[in-house]
């Protein structure tokens, strides 16, 4: 198992420094599409909007046609800034997010990039929600938004507290592994195995074409999985077996963070890109808040791995000695606990969740600084739930979630991220050790 494990990060680093002209060029014109409806309270019907005003920037704008379709033609692929006129729609008829006016798209050669505008129809009562106003409606979409982000860390943050917990080492570098994961699967949902082993090329998908995105996740948690398993054998190992420092080895995870970092630059350049499935889905109505499908089934999904990773640490033989080395390393060896095993499946669980989170992360959108991006966040989870435990790490990243989305009913949504970090320092004044951290007595 391990030596498939090391053949696959191999293949897969090898794949993706391929150049992505695996995939043919097409010869028709790019563009990006879409239609404007929103649904009438009354009928339930999905209502066009005609004269909408979408404008491409340094391209051009076109109205809405009567069926509330559009399209506009791109002179080549490339990254564009798409917006939406607020005045032009009509009386009663606003976006459902106003932050979201002004979008930025990738559009491959020859491809049709959809784009969506959201619009619901406001009352009297709910009209504040379009200049950030307190509404019932607007706290419940809010809290909707915050769970999905904070069940989505809560992947990323166990695995980070799971490593820290077992070898005291504060990981950096965690952060790349999410962003690893979502890279990953992107590659594998647009190129297959091929872009990987060549010769697969002329069968047909998933082996030499792209594969659906459901595969594509699996194995971009499999390669997560690897490359943890891979960063913890090759360089970690050897640094505890040599007596390296914990702060040493912390700088050399911020070095290994870079490092990664501008790979995927190199990789996957600079512009933000789209899975090639489930990018854009009409909400569905749920009560007062409203959630895509994808949404609603990977917010699902994240509910069930989290549930199966509970159940494991707690009635697995393996999950008990990951417990046991977290709680007391020494005693553990004492009494016949594999420490060196049990790191390494600590290495590879948490980075394949952590590769799995990014995948979720990734259908809104991938980019190549993505971890770096939400490193902070990652961090404010692990701390504010206490260190060294997986349940800390949930609660933690929850707690996050629901607090940067819900701030923005009160303050701009620039300014969110800052509000996680000020709630982890009041509550640790409070409880130093984190929510579900254990005291400690020094000197």
Same mark, same amino acid.
């Given at each position: 198992?391990?030596?498939?494990?090391?053949?696959?990060?191999?293949?897969?680093?090898?794949?993706?420094?391929?150049?992505?002209?695996?995939?043919?060029?097409?010869?028709?014109?790019? !563009?990006?599409?879409?239609?404007?409806?929103?649904?009438?309270?009354?009928?339930n019907?999905?209502?066009?909007?005609e004269?909408?005003?979408?404008?491409?920037?340094?391209? +051009?704008? @076109?109205? !809405?046609?009567?069926?509330?379709?559009?399209?506009?033609?791109?002179?080549?692929?490339?990254?564009?800034?798409?917006?939406?006129?607020?005045?032009g729609?009509?009386?009663g008829?606003?976006l459902?997010?106003?932050?979201? @006016?002004?979008?930025?798209?990738?559009?491959?050669?020859?491809?049709?990039?959809?784009?969506?505008?959201?619009?619901?129809?406001?009352?009297?009562?709910?009209?504040?929600s379009?200049?950030?106003?307190?509404t019932g409606?607007?706290?419940?979409?809010?809290?909707?938004?915050?769970?999905?982000?904070?069940?989505?860390?809560?992947?990323?943050?166990?695995?980070?507290?799971?490593?820290?917990?077992?070898?005291?080492?504060?990981?950096?570098?965690? %952060?790349?592994?999410?962003?690893?994961?979502m890279?990953?699967?992107?590659?594998?949902?647009?190129?297959?195995?091929?872009?990987?082993?060549?010769?697969?090329?002329?069968?047909?998908?998933?082996?030499?074409?792209?594969?659906?995105?459901v595969?594509?996740?699996?194995?971009?948690?499999?390669?997560?999985?690897?490359?943890?398993?891979?960063?913890?054998?090759?360089?970690?190992?050897?640094?505890?077996?040599?007596?390296?420092?914990? #702060? $040493?080895?912390?700088?050399?995870?911020?070095? #290994?963070?870079?490092?990664?970092?501008?790979?995927?630059?190199?990789?996957?350049?600079?512009?933000p890109?789209?899975?090639?499935?489930?990018? %854009?889905?009409?909400?569905?109505?749920?009560? /007062?808040?409203?959630?895509? /499908?994808?949404?609603?089934?990977?917010? !699902?999904?994240a509910?069930?791995?989290?549930?199966?990773?509970?159940?494991?640490?707690?009635?697995?033989?393996?999950?008990? $000695?990951?417990?046991?080395?977290?709680?007391?390393?020494?005693?553990?060896?004492?009494?016949?606990?594999?420490?060196?095993?049990?790191? !390494?499946?600590?290495w590879?669980?948490? @980075? $394949?969740?952590? %590769?799995?989170?990014?995948?979720?992360? +990734?259908?809104?959108?991938?980019?190549?600084?993505?971890?770096?991006?939400?490193?902070?966040?990652?961090?404010? @989870?692990v701390?504010?739930?206490g260190?060294?435990t997986?349940?800390?790490?949930?609660?933690?990243?929850?707690?996050?979630?629901?607090?940067?989305?819900?701030?923005?009913?009160?303050?701009? %949504?620039?300014?969110?991220?800052?509000?996680?970090?000020?709630?982890?320092?009041?509550?640790?004044?409070?409880?130093?050790?984190?929510?579900?951290?254990?005291?400690?007595?020094?000197?």
């Amino acid at each position: 198992m391990l030596r498939v494990c090391r053949w696959l990060v191999v293949l897969l680093t090898v794949g993706l420094v391929i150049d992505t002209g695996v995939v043919s060029a097409q010869d028709e014109e790019q !563009s990006v599409f879409g239609t404007l409806t929103y649904t009438d309270p009354e009928t339930n019907d999905r209502v066009p909007v005609e004269g909408g005003l979408i404008t491409v920037e340094g391209v +051009g704008s @076109a109205p !809405s046609e009567a069926d509330g379709s559009f399209r506009i033609g791109l002179p080549e692929p490339g990254e564009y800034v798409v917006s939406i006129d607020p005045e032009g729609l009509p009386e009663g008829v606003f976006l459902d997010d106003p932050d979201r @006016a002004v979008l930025t798209v990738n559009v491959q050669e020859g491809g049709n990039q959809i784009v969506l505008f959201r619009l619901t129809v406001l009352d009297e009562a709910d009209r504040g929600s379009t200049s950030g106003g307190i509404t019932g409606r607007r706290v419940a979409q809010l809290t909707a938004e915050g769970l999905k982000q904070g069940l989505y860390l809560a992947m990323a943050a166990i695995g980070l507290s799971m490593i820290f917990g077992t070898t005291g080492l504060t990981n950096f570098a965690h %952060a790349e592994l999410v962003t690893f994961g979502m890279l990953g699967t992107y590659f594998f949902n647009f190129y297959g195995l091929a872009g990987v082993i060549g010769f697969l090329a002329p069968l047909p998908p998933p082996f030499g074409d792209g594969m659906n995105l459901v595969f594509a996740a699996v194995f971009g948690m499999l390669a997560g999985g690897t490359l943890g398993w891979a960063i913890n054998r090759f360089i970690f190992r050897g640094a505890r077996r040599s007596g390296v420092s914990l #702060l $040493a080895q912390m700088l050399m995870t911020i070095g #290994l963070s870079i490092l990664l970092r501008y790979i995927f630059l190199y990789v996957f350049r600079g512009g933000p890109r789209t899975f090639g499935q489930f990018t %854009a889905q009409r909400a569905v109505k749920i009560g /007062p808040i409203e959630l895509t /499908p994808k949404d609603m089934i990977a917010m !699902s999904l994240a509910i069930i791995i989290l549930i199966l990773v509970g159940v494991f640490l707690q009635l697995t033989r393996t999950g008990k $000695a990951m417990r046991a080395v977290s709680d007391n390393r020494e005693l553990a060896e004492s009494t016949g606990i594999n420490v060196e095993r049990v790191i !390494s499946t600590v290495w590879v669980s948490g @980075a $394949a969740l952590a %590769a799995l989170g990014g995948t979720f992360f +990734g259908l809104t959108q991938i980019r190549w600084d993505f971890g770096f991006r939400n490193l902070l966040l990652l961090f404010a @989870a692990v701390v504010l739930g206490g260190l060294g435990t997986a349940y800390g790490a949930l609660l933690g990243a929850l707690i996050v979630g629901l607090a940067i989305n819900l701030s923005t009913i009160v303050i701009d %949504a620039e300014l969110k991220n800052m509000v996680a970090l000020l709630v982890m320092v009041v509550i640790l004044l409070v409880r130093p050790q984190g929510i579900l951290g254990r005291p400690e007595r020094i000197g």
